[in-house]
């Protein structure tokens, strides 16, 4: 079973940065589209940032420039760097692991308000 674990969220004020990582068990990173996605309270869950098997990466508008999305498939874990950090930043996050085929997992979510 595909084991997906979030961690870094927290409470920031605006302008500061944030690191998540997501820690994959149980599958080889390296063969997925890794990606990070948030829902905020109200709203459908969207995309932040993906990034592929073979490392390219696509990220929403709203976070182009500020979010960086990286992996390391030694250590199986996927990071999201944010920085400039905004209020409508506030959500929580998913990691998402997305196979060649077939339906992709969920991790449980991590939360980062950003708040002063």
């Known amino acids: 079973q595909v084991q997906l674990v979030e961690s870094g969220g927290d409470l920031v004020q605006p302008g500061g940065s944030l690191r998540l990582s997501c820690a994959a068990s149980?599958?080889?990173?390296?063969?997925?589209?890794m990606g990070w996605y948030r829902q905020a309270p109200g709203k459908q869950r969207e995309m932040v940032a993906i990034?592929?098997?073979?490392?390219?990466?696509d990220y929403a508008d709203a976070v182009k420039g500020r979010f960086t999305i990286s992996k390391d498939n030694a250590k199986n874990t996927v990071s999201l760097h944010m920085n400039s950090l905004k209020p409508e930043d506030t959500a929580v996050y998913y990691c998402?692991?997305?196979?060649?085929?077939?339906?992709?997992?969920w991790g449980q979510g991590t939360q980062v308000t950003v708040s002063s």
């Open positions: 998402h692991a997305q196979p060649r085929y077939g339906l992709g997992d």
């Open positions: 149980n599958i080889d990173i390296s063969a997925y589209t």
């Open positions: 990034i592929t098997q073979y490392s390219n990466t």
